[in-house]
């Protein structure tokens, strides 16, 4: 008879999983967490504009440059292209890049492909848009062996776990980005994501965070839930 196969070591793993993701959300209310995951701030930073300037390219815009700034804030100037789907393209885009890296490391090769695929991703965007900030640059051009490397030298379940945690730390970033941003359409004058969207279309900023927010939120459940059923199989 073949034996069942424990499920002590995939329970453990969700729950480590579970309680890094914790730890990286309690950034946002903890100062000295905060700078302790001023890396990952980065890492979504980078994905968020790469996802305004892809999708400026995709809509017949132009790209002129991006910046990453030391603070973690993000510009991308473009020119031309439907401005609705661009403007909404950075909480959205990076919260699906995010969603697909938790799809993919339901399994070890996949994982593989997420880590180097988001790596890919910062080199095109660092080569072709990302100018500005030393600290940006650095962080992009740090960012993207790390992930390339991760997705080689680990094995297993330690691989699908390192993929696992950068695909919800991702979701996790951009939940806390359309937050700030909601608090923002209601409490200041700063142009935000959001404002802009109400600019252009005449519907409140805040209904624009919020929808953003219910997209992120379902991304990462739907393909986090996804991932596990992939484990189990």
């Not at 034996?3 to 995939?10: A, L, N």
């Not at 890396?39 to 390219?57: D, G, K, M, V, W």
């Not at 994982?111 to 030393?134: H, N, P, Q």
């Not at 993929?163 to 700030?180: R, S």
């Amino acid at each position: 008879m073949k034996p069942i196969p424990s499920k002590q070591p995939e329970a453990a793993s969700r729950s480590l999983l579970l309680g890094a993701a914790a730890l990286a959300a309690s950034a946002w209310f903890v100062p000295v967490l905060s700078w302790a995951f001023m890396p990952l701030q980065y890492l979504n930073t980078h994905l968020h504009e790469f996802s305004h300037a892809l999708t400026s390219i995709i809509t017949g815009g132009q790209v002129d440059h991006i910046e990453v700034a030391s603070n973690g804030s993000g510009l991308t100037f473009t020119v031309g292209g439907i401005q609705p789907l661009i403007t909404s393209a950075g909480y959205v885009g990076s919260a699906c890049i995010g969603a697909a890296m938790l799809a993919l490391a339901g399994t070890e090769k996949g994982a593989k492909i997420a880590l180097r695929g988001v790596a890919c991703i910062l080199v095109a965007s660092m080569v072709f848009w990302v100018r500005g900030d030393l600290v940006g640059i650095v962080a992009g051009l740090i960012w993207a062996p790390i992930l390339w490397i991760l997705g080689g030298v680990l094995k297993g379940r330690t691989r699908i776990f390192a993929a696992q945690f950068f695909g919800i730390a991702e979701c996790l970033a951009a939940v806390q980005a359309f937050l700030i941003l909601f608090n923002y359409s209601l409490t200041s004058t700063q142009d935000t994501d959001a404002k802009i969207m109400q600019s252009m279309t005449g519907v409140p900023g805040v209904i624009w965070a919020t929808v953003w927010f219910v997209i992120s939120m379902a991304l990462m459940a739907s393909t986090l839930r996804f991932a596990w059923r992939r484990m189990r199989g």
